[in-house]
Structures are given as C-alpha cells and as structure tokens.
C-alpha cells in the first residue's frame, strides 16, 4: 500500500476529474470566508430584529444539516443554555413556538424538505435565516426580508462545510440573537483558522510521511469503514461515513458512544472476526475527562478481546477546531479511499436519480 500511496497523485489525475482534492485543500479559506459573511448580514440586521430565542431549530438534509450539529456541540462546549435540535425532515417540529428561531440550510436553495420548512416557519410567522448559495430558498427569504447567508457558488454542498459553520458561528455570535449566543465569542476563530492550514498541509498528496488522511486509508483497506463517535465526535462520525458514501462510493456506517454499548457491542462480539469485515475507527475525545472518552475506552475494550481497531485523535485545541479538522482528515481519506479504487468522487448519480424518482412522484 505504501507504494501505491506515493502514487497518489497520478490517482488523483485520472479520477479526479472535478477536483475534489481542491475541494478539500479549501477548508481554511471557506471558513474565513464564512466568518465574514456571517458578520457581514448580522450588521445589517434591523434594530428591531434581535431577540432571545427559546430554542434553535436547524433545518436541513445530507450536507446541509451537518453545520447545525457542529453549531450545537460547539455551543455545549460554551454553556449556551438554548435548546438545539437538527430537524432532518419537511416542515417543522410541532413544538416550534413564537420564541423558536428557525434556520433553514440548502446549498442549492431547492431542496425539497428545505423549502417545506422555510414555507411553515414562515407561515407560523418565526424568526428564520436562511443559509444557501441560491435557488427558491434565497429567492423566497429575500422577499420576505429573512437574512441570508450566501454561500459560495460552483462547489458540491458537502464541500461547503466550513463556510456553513463559519457563517452561522460569526452570525450567531455577533449579538443579532441577544445575549445568549455571546459565549460563543470565546472562540478563537483565528486559532480556528491556523489548525486547519497546518491540517490540510498534512493531508496534501504532497505529504507521504505522516499524512493522517493516508493512514487511515491504509488501515481501511478492502473492509467497510466503521465509525464511532461520542459528544462533539458524534457528528464528525455521522459527517465521516457520509463522505465516504459519496465521495468513496463505499458503504460506510457510523454509531454514536455511549448509545452503541449497549446494543451494537453486543452483536460484535458475538461475531467471529468482525474487524476483518470492519474497520472500527474511534473519534476520541482527547482532553475531555477520562470518563467521558467513551471512544478510547471502548477501544481499549475491544483490544482486551483481541479485537484490533484504530483511535483516531483530532487536531485543536477547541471542540470546534477538532471537529472541523477531523472533518478535513476523513473528507480527504475518503477522497483518496476513492480515487484508488478509480472511483470520481464528486458525482452523486444515485443522489441524482433518487431526486428525478421524488420529482416524477411529486408530479402525478
């Protein structure tokens, strides 16, 4: 594998024909360029549109609701009091009051389940913003005088990941939603920034030694990527596994610790050898306390039992830092996981045709 890894780029040539790798490599600039957005709309937010909402719903599907997690586990780690609930589906959640902030994420601005939530948070009359690079959502949000956070154009939505974070973090912060989000101006978007230019240096086709990304594609191999994920790792599993299903176009699954001891674990081991099927990679939690590393000590079990697996340790110092440079290490692994198999990472024509499916449903 070793050899083949050095040939990367040669790979990355042939099959990766809408430059995904680029893609990636653009994290540090999709923040930055995030961060000024945000801030951007918030000032020009009206006086009278401020207030202290009661919870946050995130809206969206596939790439697009992913920002809301990280969003969420970012504010945990800062004691933001505001209930936080990702709704991944049409419409909104029936408890949604007049204090319910609502934002609704669609790269394309025509998503499907997007639209039918930005239509009843408006029709119930909500505090909404919407994040998107165009199509009906941005359309319907300016004629209703809802913020938008534009989102850059020309690259897929599972790409855009930085930008999304980047924009909501600086809108959030930046006291256009009171003072509860104000917290989150302890983060150093700065330090944010520095971890992922030296994290996408190490995972560039460039670095042979001691690249991270090529690693844990050595590791994988032939067998089904097996991620685990705790507190803010969670989402950062679910975002692994996803990519690697549409970048990689390879199964991938991903389960959430403490929740998967206490029924997966069970399965696993009553099956011989599973980790010759698997590929069980731990999101650890490194810095947090002992007891609650859930993914280092579930690792340290399955060793016990002989079972082998691989404890992957973001780089940062804030949970928002590691979550987003574990997203570019796994982002760029199942890139190359991909290419190696001769796989072009960047069409999604299952996506596609399940979508064209919807609309000819719709339609009759």
Not at 85 to 95: A, C, E, H, M, Y
Not at 116 to 144: D, N, P, W, Y
Not at 303 to 327: C, I
Request: proline content about 7%; aromatic content about 10%; glycine content about 10%.
């Amino acid at each position: 594998m070793a050899e083949t890894l050095r040939k990367m780029g040669d790979f990355l040539s042939r099959h990766d024909r809408e430059g995904m790798y680029e893609k990636v490599l653009m994290y540090p600039t999709l923040f930055s360029d995030g961060l000024t957005e945000g801030k951007k709309i918030a000032e020009k937010i009206p006086d009278d549109w401020p207030f202290e909402p009661g919870n946050v719903v995130f809206c969206g599907v596939g790439g697009s609701a992913i920002p809301g997690e990280f969003i969420s586990e970012t504010a945990v780690a800062h004691g933001v009091s505001v209930p936080m609930f990702v709704w991944r589906r049409p419409g909104l959640p029936p408890w949604t009051k007049k204090d319910s902030l609502v934002v609704v994420t669609s790269y394309s601005g025509n998503t499907v389940e997007s639209i039918e939530s930005f239509i009843e948070a408006k029709r119930r009359g909500l505090k909404t913003v919407a994040v998107s690079s165009g199509g009906r959502l941005s359309e319907m949000a300016a004629k209703s005088g809802v913020p938008v956070l534009r989102l850059p154009t020309g690259i897929p939505p599972r790409a855009c990941l930085p930008a999304m974070v980047g924009s909501l973090l600086s809108f959030l912060s930046s006291g256009a939603m009171g003072e509860f989000f104000l917290s989150l101006k302890e983060i150093d978007a700065g330090g944010v920034e520095k971890t992922l230019l030296d994290v996408t240096k190490k995972i560039s086709v460039e670095n042979i030694q001691d690249n991270p990304s090529f690693l844990l594609v050595d590791y994988i191999g032939d067998r089904i990527p097996l991620f685990f994920g705790e507190g803010y790792t969670a989402p950062v599993a679910r975002r692994g596994a996803n990519q690697f299903n549409e970048n990689a176009k390879t199964i991938s699954l991903w389960f959430e610790i403490p929740e998967a001891s206490h029924n997966l674990l069970e399965a696993l081991m009553a099956v011989e050898r599973w980790w010759e099927v698997f590929a069980p990679i731990y999101l650890s939690q490194a810095g947090e306390r002992e007891k609650d590393r859930y993914s280092d000590l579930l690792s340290s079990f399955f060793e016990k039992e002989g079972m082998p697996g691989h404890v992957f340790v973001p780089e940062g110092a804030s949970p928002l830092e590691k979550m987003l440079s574990a997203s570019a290490v796994l982002d760029m692994a199942s890139v190359y996981h991909g290419v190696l198999r001769g796989v072009n990472p960047s069409p999604v024509l299952g996506i596609a045709r399940w979508k064209e499916f919807l609309g000819d449903v719709g339609s009759q």
